[in-house]
């Protein structure tokens, strides 16, 4: 990619996040054990993401990942689908953060995101924020995490 | 560590995260650009997460850190000073989670966290939750991650 000839854009403009919308991402593939555990030394070093013996006396009985290693795994899926792409400026926040159940190795995680709300940006008037409520769940249709969140997308033209 | 002679609990109990008590952890070392970029290609790619040069023309004007990666330094100083130690069983939620100013190549992150609130578990009566609110700074004190914790702490002497 050089200066002189920029990809165009991809994704879609914040007037396409209209509520009521919603949109699907994954699986992943299968979560690994080794993942889970070297996600955990470096972020969430806590036995039950870390140490698998050290898990067995914990309330899950066994490793699962941490919750950051959830979420991350849940953008990540967001963001391979596309939907926002090159259009996206940043998340301002996130609400109400559950996680009902754990996600253990060899789940698959799937995600939806369904649009609730949509405003032009007071402080950037070439942007716009999207709300959203993001739900991500296991191969059994569990859900193990959930938010609200809350997005900044250029606008059409911008 | 045997299964013979397992090492004594570090950490507190939950009765000892009474309202009021405030901790602090950092600050952690600089923030490298390639440790910024390293992350945001595992988990979160944006351009101004990854590429020095498309992040010129994001509202940044430079590349940033994820809010993932904020979250997870934030977790991990936490951790790593460990007030909550052995005795943690997990998070149980998270709100209101804001990203008020950008993390750049070079930020070293502080983190204080204060308890608003604890009361025993219903569900796990051995266990108990812990409310806080956790402020993230950087060098120059401004606030860059704020968030509301929900954790399950076990209780004294389970």
């Known amino acids: 990619m050089s200066a002189d000839s920029p990809r165009p854009r ?3 403009p914040f ?8 949109f699907r991402a994954g699986p ?8 889970i555990v070297a996600f955990g030394r470096a972020w969430d070093p806590q036995r039950f993401h870390v140490d698998p ?10 490793i699962i990942a941490s919750g950051m290693h959830t979420m991350c795994i849940m953008f990540k899926l967001l963001e391979l689908a596309g939907e926002f792409g090159d259009y996206f400026e940043g998340g301002l926040g996130a ?14 995680l799937s995600v939806t995101m369904e649009v609730t709300g949509a405003r ?10 999207v709300l959203s409520r993001v739900t991500t769940v296991n191969q059994d249709s569990v859900t193990v995490l959930t938010m609200e969140s809350a997005d900044l997308l250029r606008r059409k033209g911008d």
């Open 15 to 22: 007037e396409y996040f209209t509520p009521g919308r919603v």
């Open 28 to 35: 992943s593939a299968p979560i690994a054990l080794d993942e």
């Open 120 to 129: 032009v940006s007071r402080s950037r008037p070439d942007c716009g924020v």
């Open 53 to 62: 013996e050290g898990a067995k006396d914990s309330i899950y009985g066994g």
């Open 95 to 108: 609400d109400k953060i559950k996680w009902p159940h754990p996600v253990r190795p060899g789940d698959r």
């Open 10 to 12: 991809v994704g879609h």
